[in-house]
């Protein structure tokens, strides 16, 4: 059997836009029958939040979005996680740079890309901070990344069947 094709959703402090990403892209991986292909996980690029639930107006957003992020805990993203994921998603330029920093220092194999890379109807690249503003940000935050989760999964079938 073929080891699974693993996935790391990043932003900065690992308490919204990344397990948005997390919760909705695994949730979208199991609908689709990937979950034995496809592991899921998510990181921040900082440390202040390690052990930390979702910010609350995640989990907000996540569960009128039908989805249940209760279980998420914040953690770092490390050296390891570069060699060790196919693949790390970021949510803006600023994480696209710092992870390849990491890479480019010889920390890892892993492909970056763009998380709204992979909407084709994104009017822009990159998923706003939601963390200094309200609910309506957060959702459509939520929005913005289910959108380019279901690009991603997409993604991920075509290279899932390729291995």
């Known amino acids: 059997m073929t080891d699974p094709y693993r996935v790391c959703v990043v932003c900065t402090g690992n308490i919204c836009r990344s397990p948005m990403g997390e919760v909705i892209l695994r949730e979208l ?42 279980a998420h805990r914040a953690r770092q993203l490390s050296a390891d996680d570069l060699t060790e994921r196919d693949l790390i998603v970021v949510a803006d330029r600023g994480h696209l740079d710092e992870v390849e920093q990491m890479v480019e220092a010889g920390k890892g194999s892993a492909h970056i890309r763009l998380l709204r890379e992979f909407d084709p109807d994104a009017d822009k690249d990159e998923v706003d901070d939601p ?27 075509t290279v899932t069947s390729q291995r």
Do not use: N, Q
């Open 29 to 70: 991986v199991e609908r689709e029958g990937l979950s034995d292909k496809v592991i899921v996980d998510s990181a921040g690029t900082g440390g202040w939040h390690v052990g930390d639930p979702a910010d609350p107006r995640t989990l907000t957003a996540l569960t009128s979005g039908g989805y249940d992020g209760s």
């Open 131 to 157: 963390y200094f503003g309200d609910g309506v940000g957060f959702d459509r935050c939520r929005d913005e990344v289910e959108a380019a989760c279901r690009g991603l999964v997409e993604h991920l079938k």
